[in-house]
């Protein structure tokens, strides 16, 4: 019979993207706008000095994805805020530049907490806080009025300990609070920002950089991105 293992708290700072409107897409063009997601979350990673060693497998979403990031002194909450959000807006915006009808723009939303896994995934409210800001209408909303790549929501928590201390490269002014959430009869509160515009340099990998073979599409040499 199978047994319960004992569920044990692990503190992660959780990323949540989601491709805008890829219900409007066919499976083909869905597949295409996926391959180029992680392609550019790896980049991005790799770009703000994030190893793999630093966060857990990322979780798949459909059109979307998560990614638990160990609470290490080398990956701080401002990093993510500072470089790698700025960052993956920036080569979004590189890649819709030469994307043709395969543009897509991202809702990102960060969030930190406690966190559990099982044989199937993470999971706990800490997640579920993070794919509610990532899915918040307000966020939707938000991206729909900008002609931005990427729009980002942050947890209130993550508001009050990071952003409003005002660290170098986070402009507290910036962000806006407006998601509203309700969790469990809790009434929460997220923070709208949108990133500027693209940073001067970014010293990431080429487009045709490896991927994990997961994320490769059928056919497609040494999973390289096509």
Known sequence: ????????????????????????????????????????????LEASGIAARHYDPMVDRGDGALLPIHPADQVPKTLLLARFIPVLSALLTEHN???GEHWFRLRAALHAGEIHYDD??????????????????????????????????VSDDLYHSVIRHGYDGIDEAAFQPLVRLDMGGQRLRGWVYVPADVPPVIDVAPDNAAIPAQYAPPGVDDHRMP
Do not use: W
């Not at 949540?16 to 550019?40: F, P, Q």
């Not at 579920?128 to 929501?153: F, Q, S």
């Open 1 to 44: 019979m199978f047994a319960l293992q004992p569920v044990q708290p692990l503190h992660r700072t959780v990323v949540a993207v989601d491709i805008e409107g890829s219900t409007k897409r066919t499976n083909t063009a869905r597949a295409r706008l996926r391959h180029a997601m992680y392609g550019l979350l790896y980049r991005a």
């Open 97 to 99: 530049s030469q994307a």
């Open 120 to 153: 199937r995934g993470p999971f706990g409210e800490d997640i579920d806080i993070a794919c509610r800001l990532v899915d918040a209408p307000e966020l939707k909303d938000r991206l729909r009025g900008t002609t931005a790549a990427l729009v980002l929501a």
